[in-house]
């Protein structure tokens, strides 16, 4: 399985520390963010990384190299402008072949096992979801039966871990979009899984998230 971490977010949230250091690469507790992540992968034995890049992205390349530091193999997916999540994705589809493939958001930090995924025959996606953070009181989607489904019930936020399949952007154009729509699309015709997490996770949208993530992680 090929896995995409997706770092070509502006990381205005993270100002002045994203003015001329592109998200993935400001680190916590000495190390990028998005070290931790390839490091995560390897170990959960994916040897295939894309990860696509906007904003100052010759510094990720430049920082990370080809991926033989940690015993895989980097692609890049570069955009002249973020595509958002959806767009990015498309646009890497040639990189990530005809199988499922694993996307991570660059932003996050998590202990999450990635080795242990599993997408059904007949679904197009599988979402891992956590509890509700503070600045996301409401939640994204209503796990069921472990089903994302469409339902005014308890609801779970997105960790920005999902396996995908490349058939889930059938139809799509090479052009910005979100993958919110498609998610939902899917989800009304029922051929998305997803989980529950309760391992850790933070969301590293700002310099205080940042601060807490780099204090436990030195601890």
Known sequence: MKAMILAAGRGKRLRPL?????KPLVQAAGKPLIEYQIE???QAGISEIIINHAYLGEQIERQLGNGSRWGVVIHYSPEPEALETGGGIFKALPLLGDAPFLVIN??????FDY??????????????LIENPTHNPK???????????????????????????PALFA???????????????????DVVSGE?????????????RLEQLSDRLKR
Do not use: K
């Not at 660059?106 to 202990?111: A, E, V």
């Not at 025959?121 to 599988?126: I, N, Q, V, W």
């Not at 939640?139 to 399949?165: C, K, M, P």
């Open 139 to 165: 939640g994204d989607f209503v796990l069921q039966g472990g089903r994302i489904v469409e339902a005014e019930a308890a609801r779970y936020t997105f960790s920005g871990i999902g396996l995908y399949r």
């Open 171 to 189: 139809g799509c154009l090479a052009e910005t979009f979100p993958l919110a729509p498609l998610l939902r699309q899917a989800i009304a015709a």
């Open 18 to 22: 994203t003015d001329h250091t592109p």
């Open 40 to 42: 995560a992968l390897a």
């Open 115 to 128: 080795s242990s995924l599993q997408l059904a025959e007949d679904d197009l996606a599988h979402l891992v």
């Open 196 to 208: 529950y997490f309760t391992g850790d996770w933070i969301d590293v949208g700002t310099p205080q």
């Open 106 to 111: 660059g932003d996050i930090w998590t202990n």
